[in-house]
């Protein structure tokens, strides 16, 4: 490629860029000057995530989050799809039954285990929508053929890309699944490494600390303290991720977002259900006039004993309520609110509102029907639904399983396409392109093509002109 001086730097002449389909996906020679965050700061297998997933997804478990996760799985779920051969123009490409129906074969006995596809969704979707990090492992046999597809807890996961964010040249296979933990320089790891697979006749087995932090996409870790990361290549690891951020390497999920919202409704839920366990008796001061201390030490020890219940597992539960004794009448006995001052019930109402708003669910679809008056008003909130939380996940899944699932078969112009259907947007589309004919920008024929459609003879005629 030629250079040309432009005082004071070295500048590329212009050119035009390659075909991306004629480059090796290996590598397109570009140079990589940007940096990601952090990347000084690496531990040697994979990027931290610096966010307590396990306290994520113990929220993720109540109520208020349950229910919204859950009902987006389903809606997702019931949505039937279809493997298809279609052109980059969208037209139906004929005589590929058996190719898709290789490919279908392989989704609807994805594993050994038994698992159906919609059973993987259920569980890597469950992490996306808790998490933003659901994982697909790829299994390969020996001749690097992919045999079987799982899905695992994404929170146990890391990414290793270079410093500029790039898996490019990471291994796209690594059947070495145990890190060698000889100690010393990469030098001495490596010929420990040789005179191993020397002695044992194995191409395969254990790889070096040093050799693996350049080589691997992936790392998986273990519950264990000490365990050794599992590496995995690029190739191995489906990460379907749906907000993704230029700060982290890693998404935010929603429940990240509503931490602290999630925790209000707890405590809100703690408070009414120790009205009803530790609180029948109100708050408030219990006066024993004329006692001295003794005997108000001596009623208070009788009072507690009273208190102290067996629960439902056997244990002693001490029900010791809000009361200050003394031994002066008070002036004031009051210690506590009812809910109704508080409104707690209506703070409870708005926080669940705003979890709802950040998974983009609304009340209708969570069956609270009692403000969405009308069927046209739950029509709207059924749309409304449909394009904020589900629509964007198929078009997340349609695009990671196109290029990383479909393509280790190896046909072209395959697709995995989800059989959803807008009432409102095809009624919308159709009313756009009747207007475009009677204008005269587009033919009937054109149109056709756009869908997909075949020709007809009248197609091409000019409805402005035939009416003149």
Known sequence: MAFKLRNPFY?????????VA????????????????????????????????????????????????????????????????????GKTIEGRESEIAHV????????????????????????????????????????GEMVEIVARDGITFTKNPDMHGMMTFRDDILFDVIIDNVEGERESQELAEQARRQATGSEYGHVSAWDVRERAAYFQYGWITGARPIPFGKKEIVWFER???????????????????????????????EYFSDNSIPPGVLGLDGSDAEE??????????????KDNTGKWKKLWHKLIITNKKPLFEK???????????????????????????????????????????????????????????????????????ISEFGYEDLHFRYQRFDVDEETKKAELYKILTDVGI????????????????????DPKRNQG
């Open 11 to 19: 500048t590329i002449e212009d050119k035009k860029v390659p075909a």
């Open 22 to 89: 004629s480059i090796n996906e290996e590598g397109r020679g570009g140079v990589h000057k940007e940096v990601i965050p952090n990347f000084m700061y690496k531990p040697p297998f994979g990027y931290p995530r610096f966010v307590d997933l396990a306290s994520i997804r113990i929220l993720s478990a109540t109520p208020y989050v349950d229910m919204c996760i859950t009902t987006i799985i389903d809606e997702v779920c019931s949505i039937k799809w279809d493997i298809i051969a279609e052109d980059e123009k």
């Open 104 to 143: 279908k074969a392989f989704f609807d006995n994805p594993n050994t285990n038994k698992e159906s596809w919609e059973y993987m969704m259920r569980v890597f979707l469950r992490d996306v929508l808790e998490v933003d990090s659901g994982v697909v492992v790829k299994v390969f046999n020996r001749f």
């Open 243 to 273: 907000n993704p951020r230029s700060d982290s390497r890693y998404g935010r999920g929603a429940v990240e977002i509503l931490q602290n919202v999630v925790q209000t409704l707890i405590y809100a839920i703690e408070h009414n259900l």
């Open 296 to 309: 108000v030490r001596a009623f208070k020890e009788q009072w507690e004993e009273q208190q102290r219940i």
């Open 335 to 405: 210690l506590g609110f009812t809910n109704a001052e508080l409104q707690l019930l209506e703070g409870q109402r708005w926080w669940s509102k705003l979890v709802w708003a950040c998974f983009g669910v609304t009340p209708t679809e969570l069956g609270f029907t009692e403000d969405a008056k009308g069927m046209a008003n739950q029509i709207v909130q059924t749309n409304i639904f449909k394009k904020r939380a589900v629509n964007p996940l198929l078009r997340m899944m349609e695009y990671k399983i196109d290029t990383e699932i």
């Open 442 to 461: 587009k033919t009937v024929n054109e149109i056709r093509v756009e869908e997909g459609m075949e020709k007809v003879e009248w197609g091409d005629d």
